[in-house]
Every structure is written in C-alpha cells, then in structure tokens.
C-alpha cells in the first residue's frame, strides 16, 4: 500500500506531495527518512507512519517541538504529542511539525469530482490578448472624452483631460494588477489583459446605463430618476464585474462568488447611506429638479418649452393672489 503525504500551503492547498511504498514511513529532515522536509524546526527524524488497520500508527521520535494533530477522523480535538508519543491517525488527517502542515491520505483515497469551468475562464484566452484589449482601451478612451466634452460647462482644455483620463486609467490598472497579482498567487495564472478588458466592459456598459438613465431623468423632469437609478446601475455592475473577477482569480465556487460580490456591494451601501444621514432632515431652499442639459430632440415626453413656461408666470401668480385672498 503506498501512503501519500501532501504539503499543504495557504488555505490548505496542496503544493507537493510525495509518494511512499510500504508499510512504515519515516519523516525529517535527515535523508534518511523516507520524507524529507526543509524546516529547521523539525528534527532530523521527526515521526514514523505505520499501517494499521483503518489508518496509520503515528510515533513522536523524540521530537523538540512535537507533532500538531490539526485533523483527525478519529478525534475531532486538536491534539498536540509529545515526545514518543503515539496516536491512532484516520484517512485525510492533517497534522504540523515545526512549521509544517501534511496531509496523509492512501493512494486509494478519493477525489472530488472535478468542476466545470466558467464560462469565463474558457473565454479567458480570448479576452487576454491585446489585439482585444487595445480596440477596448481605445473605444473606452473616445467614450471617456465624449462624457467629459458634453458634460462640461466650461472651456475646453486638453490638459485638464489628460490628467482626469490618466487618473482614470491609473485606478483601472491597479485594479487589474490587483486582480492578475490574486489569480498568480492562488491559481498561478495572473490573466492581467482578461482581468483589464472586464473592467473596460463594465466601464463602457456604466457610461452607456448612465446615459440613457440621464435621459429618463431629462423626460420625467424629476431629480428622483437618476438619483435611484444610477446608484443601482453602478451597484449592479459592480456585483456582476467582483463575480467575474473572483471567476478568473480564484478557485471560488458560483454561489460563494455571488454571496462574496453582494456581501461587498451591501458594504457599500450600508456605508453610504450612513454617510448621508448626516444630512437628512436638513431644510434645503433649493426644489430638486433635473438640471442637466439635453438637447430637444432626446425630449420624447411630452412638455411645454421655456417660452411658453415664462408666458404663463402672469396666470399663475394671478391665481396665488386669489388664493391668498380666499
């Protein structure tokens, strides 16, 4: 029978393991031991592996720092031997020396059925290319300064463009690096232009939502439009952009995916709507309207023009001073 013994790094996720036929394994750092490990806080024969009936006979050999029982099927407590000391080990156990962690299991041990990829990261080599990341780069920059141009009041001026799109672009690189950086260190695969192009594409889809939220708001007249829409917009978005993140970054199943992205999101609003309590309840001598400027041809809603609104101002203060009246 031939014991496996896996060593476990972050998150207990197996980074090698080792292969020994036999009924007794020995574990140290001599290389005399069938298993030999580099850490200084273990001895050079720090344990032996023998098989018994329904798992593995485990002996400290006078060991300095003991053995760390982490798991055991048969003893759910955390357990910490001492010198020559022995216990009973079940398959799967888990357990530390020095600083250490191995997992012992049978070469008969079972496997979790393997996942189906996402969607996603069978797309991945498509969108890690940059013959599709630079047309997103450039269509992200022309709708960037179309925005800018036709939301400014003011005269134009490119170099206050400049430095608006390139802190833009700043804060959108280090999120991809952030998000290559997560996907190297827990699946070794960064996936930087994949991570980019997402962010590009919630980023165009943002601005293209917005605007046609902001021409709801022109039509309806009312403030209120926009103020609910465009939050829930960018709320929605960012929900759906942290899941394909998480998809490509990490080993993370859909649903902890989903329940980490809206965790994050309901954050957001838990803190904003604490923020703008501070001001609630306080008299504003402004009314709330819609005040953005939209040329007339997006008014599909029916409405009266500026002139016509002027026109009326006599008949409607006439009908104050006889109300006041009555």
Known sequence: MAVIIELLGWGGKRQRYFTVEGNSVTIGRSYQNDVVLDDVYISPNHLRLDAVEGGWQLTDLQTVNGVEIIKNPRSPETQLLDADSAILLGEGAEIKIGRTRLRI????????????????????????????????????????????????????????????????????????LFWGALGRFLRSESQFLSHYCLILLAGLAYSVADWLIGILAYNAGTEMVAMILSPLNALLLLALLLSANFALATNMLPRQRWISSLGFVMLIIVVSITARMSGWGEFSPYPSYFSGLEVPELQFAGADSADDFIASFDAIFAAADRNALD
Request: glycine share 2%; no cysteine.
């Open 105 to 176: 299991v049978s070469d008969s041990h079972s496997v979790d059925a393997a996942k189906e990829l996402h969607h996603l990261e069978q797309d991945a080599g498509k969108l890690n290319r940059l013959s599709i990341w630079l047309p997103l780069f450039l269509i992200s920059l022309a709708v960037e300064v179309a925005a800018l141009y036709f939301s400014s009041f003011i005269e134009w001026q490119w170099k206050n463009v400049f430095s608006i799109i390139l802190g833009t672009q700043a804060v959108l690189l280090f999120i991809a």
